[in-house]
């Protein structure tokens, strides 16, 4: 009996890994933070934060015009999402920054587009480029990258 090649477990490794991913990243299209009774309370919690941070990177019109464009090229079979690429917070200057990414994710795996760093208020967004390790503001990323034309805008 011979062996098994690793190249015909490697589908089953990347689907595995792809449901999983798919898992987490359907938890923030679902995501809503809890209400306390009777109203909110004064104390910002971990996840108010968390939620703020995501909902200020998805209305971005980038984020908006990528999620629409995947839509509409794979007709409904892939979906624009973000998700947390890192359980800590990062910290640029002495502020802490969530650190998010935005995938399109299909039926068989995820493909991240853009890194970014984010602030616990969401004020603050910046774009990380993963090849240099740089991180570059909104403007500068918008006049370098040209990141609409990806969504053939």
Do not use: C
Not at 33 to 54: E, F, L, R
Not at 136 to 146: M, P
């Amino acid at each position: 009996m011979q062996p098994r090649s690793s190249s015909s477990r490697t589908p089953i490794i990347a689907g595995i890994l792809a449901g999983l991913l798919a898992a987490g990243l359907g938890a923030y299209y679902v995501y809503q933070p809890p209400q306390s009774p009777g109203g909110s309370s004064n104390a910002p919690t971990t996840q108010d934060a968390d939620a703020k941070a995501v909902d200020a990177l998805m209305a971005l019109p980038e984020i908006k015009a990528w999620s629409s464009h995947i839509e509409k090229a794979s007709k409904g079979r892939a979906h624009g999402a973000v998700m947390e690429t890192a359980p800590e917070q990062r910290l640029v200057d002495g502020k802490p920054y969530y650190q998010l990414s935005f995938f399109e994710s299909t039926p068989d795996a995820a493909h991240r587009w853009e890194s970014f760093l984010v602030s616990p208020d969401g004020k603050r967004i910046l774009v990380e480029d993963l090849a240099s390790d740089e991180l570059f503001s909104l403007e500068r990323w918008r006049k370098e990258s040209k990141p609409m034309e990806r969504a053939g805008n």
